[in-house]
Structure formats: C-alpha cells, structure tokens
C-alpha cells in the first residue's frame, strides 16, 4: 500500500515536464533535498469506499512523522499546543488532498496517486499529485481562477451558502477554502500531461504552510 | 437517536437538550454525512428552546462534515425561536480554527470553547 517511489520525484520535476506544464499560483517546481516523505496509492486497486479510511491514517500518519522534523525558530522547542496546532493543521490538509485525489482522480489511469511533503527553512509543504480526467479540468481551473481573483474568506462564505440551498450535493473547493481561511495556507496547482501507454492528464495541488 | 460508525457516535442526550458528537468524521460527502444531518433538523424541528451542539470530543471533522454542519446553521436561522449553542474545545486545534465561522454564518449563535 505505502510505497517510497525514488524515481517518481525526478520524474516529476524534470525541466521537460515543465514547459508543457500549466502553473497556477506560486508553485514551487523543486522539492529541497532536505528531510521529505511520499506516500503512493494506486487508485484502481480497491473501491474508494473501502480505500477511504486509509486517508485519515495517512494523514495522521504523515502529521506525526513530520512533527519529528518541524522546523523551529532558534531552535527553541514548541510548546505542547503549538505542536498539537501543527499536526492538526497538516493532519486536516493532508487529509483534505488525499480526499480530493481519490475524488478526482481517473480510475482507469494506472497513474499513481502520490502525497509528498517536504519541509523548508519555516514551511511545510504538502503535494498531492494525481490524474484527472480532461473534462474536469476545465470546471476546476474555472474555480482557481474564481479563487485567485476572490477574497478567500467572502467565497468561502458564499460557498457554504450555496451549499445549504442544494440537495446533498456540495461545491468542491471548501477543502480548499477552509486550508486559506482557516490554516492561511498558500496553494498552487500544476496541470501536466504524462506519456504512458496513453497521455494521462495530471494535477499537482501544493499547500504551503508557514511555521 | 443516534448515529454510529467505525471512529465516530453521534447521539443525543435529551436530558441537556444536546446533540454530542464524538470521535473522527471523515466520511466521503455530503450524502454520507445525510444521516447526521437528519438527527439535527429532527431535534430542532421540535423547536426547542435550547439546543446544544456539543463537539468537545470530535478530534476531526473534515470539510465535508464542516459543509454539514454548516448547512444546519444555515437551515437554523429561520428558526428564531431556537437559541442555537455550540459547545468545543480549546484542546482540539481545528475547532479553534474553523467554528468561529458558525458563528459568522450565524451570529445569533453562541460559540463555547472550554
């Protein structure tokens, strides 16, 4: 279930990959070599259903792990609730993209979904890399664009309105919305297309969080 | 009343008139998160003149629940007989974090984080 994938980063960051790549927001295109983690799923291995509880024990998995190596200013320790506001904060997040990719991603893809994290000077960041079927990226640059030229907080209000006047349906982007509003965390997306046997269209969502 | 799944219970205790929620929901949308939703509008579509939300032990909730719970807040405020209470807790982060926006859907709505 939970694989290291050496090669996939190079793979995924290589210059080549980059010039046909569309870029939203301020997308970090190389992760540091320092401390990192990837967790890699295959999406067509098992239901979604069945798949669904392993989101919550990866991202407190992930959480936890990283806690070790969160950096710290001067090296003071954190206290115990700054800790526990951390793991929470990247518990949440993690949680969230893992969601969306196993929402989003196509099943019939044998595409990888991954959950790398990498941590920097003062930030965590996240990255969740899946495929995605070609129809859905139209609606879901559509929402970006909507994100990156709205007040965050006033969309996320409208949203949530929106949402209690439809029948169990729900706008997707409150995940997103909720890691602005409530975690100030910064996210970008990169759509890129894969050559397998078939070109498989993917998209990288990276969330930053500031320590 | 009471709706139970493998990390989570939610249940209400008539005696204070609060619906407790405890555990961790991750379930997968909105449809899954239908019967929790329905245990709500039941309680409140006896019009009481309290009623509690009581989330002091819900360790997680992820945005879909948030949605939900949102949804609620939003259907209450036509209920203005009914003084709406959410009760959480300051040891569990995401609530400090994300209820207080219960509270701007609906700010008649007391928010008590203990």
Known sequence: MIQIFGNFLDNLFTNENLEKAQVFGDFVERPQQDEHLTLGFSPSAIPIRK?????????????????????????????????????SAVSYIANELLENSMKYADQTALYPITLHTQLDDDKIRLFVDNSILPPQIENFQTFIKELMN???????????????????????????????????????????????DSPVMTVTTMVELAV | MQVK???YNVWF????????????????????????????????????????????????????????????IIGMRKKKMVQMKILGSTN????????????????????DLQ
Do not use: C, H
């Open chain 2, 92 to 111: 569990i982060p995401w609530q400090g974090k994300s209820l207080k926006n219960l509270q701007r859907l609906m700010p008649g709505l007391t928010l």
């Open chain 1, 150 to 196: 709205s007040d965050p907080d006033e969309l996320f209000i409208r949203k949530l309105e929106e949402n209690a006047e439809s029948e169990n349906t729900e706008s997707s982007g409150l995940g997103f919305l909720t890691m602005i509003n409530d975690y100030s965390a910064k996210l970008a997306w990169k759509f890129d297309t894969v050559e397998q």
């Open chain 1, 51 to 87: 798949r669904w509880r392993n989101n919550g024990l990866s991202a407190d998995y992930v959480a936890n792990y990283l806690a070790t190596f969160f950096p710290t200013k001067d090296n003071q320790a954190y206290s115990i609730e700054k800790l526990a506001e951390m793991k």
């Open chain 2, 5 to 7: 799944g493998e990390n």
């Open chain 2, 13 to 72: 205790d008539k005696n204070n008139s609060a619906v407790n929620f405890n555990g961790a929901l991750r379930l997968t949308g909105m449809q899954d998160y239908a019967p929790i939703l329905q245990l709500l509008n039941e309680i409140a579509a006896g019009e009481p003149p309290n009623m509690v939300i009581n989330l002091q032990d819900l360790e997680f909730l992820n945005s879909s629940g948030i949605s939900m719970l949102s949804k609620f």
